[in-house]
């Protein structure tokens, strides 16, 4: 266990007190085809509206991606990826009292919105895909989340098998921590996550949701990212905006079994029910 002097989380000019409330990440994805809001926020006007309301719904980071990573999903080019997001980044950057997270694989990307102003580099591949990534990152002295998944989002959901779950996804993420260290990434601003949904089965999901402590071990903050997703509609047999009630339930064991962000799409619920779990816990 970090003492408390190690559990603060570096975000460029952000720091947060870990051992307070665990942070509520919102999502903004700038997309036509994510699982949940894709289309919903393509224009720059709409996805501008929205990050506002993100932060005045009192999320403590924004993460904003412009490519898919949902199950199936194919590849963009770096050009139509920086034409999605960077006017809304120039725009709410000026705006933003909380950090914003940039969601991509590509370090051409991640340089690109962290010369607007972006904190925190949210990489679906873990650092593992481009070692040229963490070289960005540490070059600007923002915040990484290594995230693990098992091969690509194009190919992530055929048949993943696991001889050991826990083990195989911590030896997995202590390599992307030895690549964020090596290219000289503060350890105060790593940030790692179990990968929910990117090359797991219902079973695995829920294996990780109750064993987040394993993850603890690392010594880093844990982010799960579990909102809407499939496992939950496969349980309850629920369309992707019928999985309110879930998602808040299983991000209150989360946090229960010691998550220090939950990344959502729904934030105004999000940030009650963590405010709510915070009372409790510290009656």
Not at 37 to 45: A, I, P, R
Not at 178 to 207: E, Q, Y
Not at 243 to 263: C, Y
Request: aromatic share 4%; hydrophobic share 40%; charged share 30%.
């Amino acid at each position: 266990m970090l003492d408390r002097l190690d559990r603060y989380l570096l975000c460029r000019k952000f720091k947060f007190a870990l051992w307070k409330k665990p942070l509520v990440m919102g999502v903004l994805n700038i997309t036509p085809d994510s699982f949940s809001d894709g289309g919903e926020h393509l224009s720059h006007k709409a996805a501008y509206k929205r990050a506002l309301q993100i932060q005045q719904e009192g999320a403590d980071i924004i993460d904003i991606g412009g490519e898919s990573t949902r199950p199936g999903a194919k590849r963009i080019s770096i050009e139509e990826e920086l034409k999605r997001v960077s006017p809304v980044l120039k725009k709410f950057v000026k705006k933003a009292k909380i950090p914003i997270s940039i969601d991509t694989r590509k370090p051409e990307v991640a340089e690109a919105a962290l010369k607007i102003g972006v904190s925190i580099v949210n990489d679906t591949t873990g650092l593992l895909q481009d070692e040229r990534m963490a070289e960005v990152i540490s070059l600007y002295k923002a915040a990484v989340i290594i995230m693990h998944i098992r091969g690509t989002p194009k190919t992530m959901q055929n048949a993943p098998r696991y001889k050991n779950l826990l083990a195989e996804i911590k030896n997995r993420l202590k390599k992307g921590v030895m690549v964020a260290t090596k290219a000289g990434i503060d350890k105060r601003s790593i940030i790692v996550d179990p990968g929910i949904g990117f090359g797991k089965t219902v079973k695995h999901n829920l294996k990780i949701i109750n064993n987040i402590s394993k993850f603890k071990e690392l010594g880093f903050p844990v982010m799960v990212g579990l909102s809407r997703k499939s496992f939950m509609g496969k349980i309850l047999n629920l369309d992707v905006k019928d999985r309110l009630v879930p998602t808040i339930a299983s991000n209150t064991l989360a946090i229960k079994n010691g998550a220090d962000i939950i990344r959502v799409h729904d934030v105004k619920e999000a940030v009650c029910m963590r405010d709510m779990v915070y009372e409790i816990n510290s009656s």
